[in-house]
């Protein structure tokens, strides 16, 4: 056989959770950030604004993340924060726009733990309750 399939873990779950989805919606991307670099290490020299959109709340979560690692790849930076400033129904149509602080990736300071490479649909779970949200997602490595 000239090709075969090996199996592989190159994935990690991210599970965030907050009172309002605002709050899980940072926290999820806080901890996608902490897996790449230590957060204490990035300045605030920068401040990049993204917006990601979905059908729900889940594809909202996942889409977020790639538009948070797209943005690192293009502008070759690095993120110690980010703060959402809306996120809005309209329809069925969800959006989210916020800020990233951060600057752009030093080697000699940065010492990079992680290469997440996307958020994946895998794993989605969204769960929102009275004691608030919880989003759940698998990220590949």
Known sequence: ???????HQADIGLQATGETLEQALADGVRGMLSLMVDPDTVTHQVTWEV?????????LFVDLLNSVLATKD???????????????QIGDDWRVSCRLFGEPI????????????????GGLRVEH?????????????
Not at 1 to 7: A, T
Not at 51 to 59: F, K, M, T
Not at 75 to 87: E, G, L, M, Q, S
Request: proline share 3%; charged share 30%.
């Open 106 to 121: 030093n080697l000699k300071r940065h010492e990079v733990d992680s290469d997440v490479k996307a958020a994946t649909y």
């Open 51 to 59: 917006r990601a959109s979905g059908n729900d709340p889940g594809s």
């Open 1 to 7: 056989m000239p090709w075969e399939l090996l199996d």
């Open 74 to 88: 293009i502008h070759n930076a690095f993120f110690h924060d980010i703060v959402i400033d809306a996120v809005e």
């Open 129 to 141: 309750d009275e004691r608030g949200w919880l989003l759940r997602c698998l990220l590949d490595l």
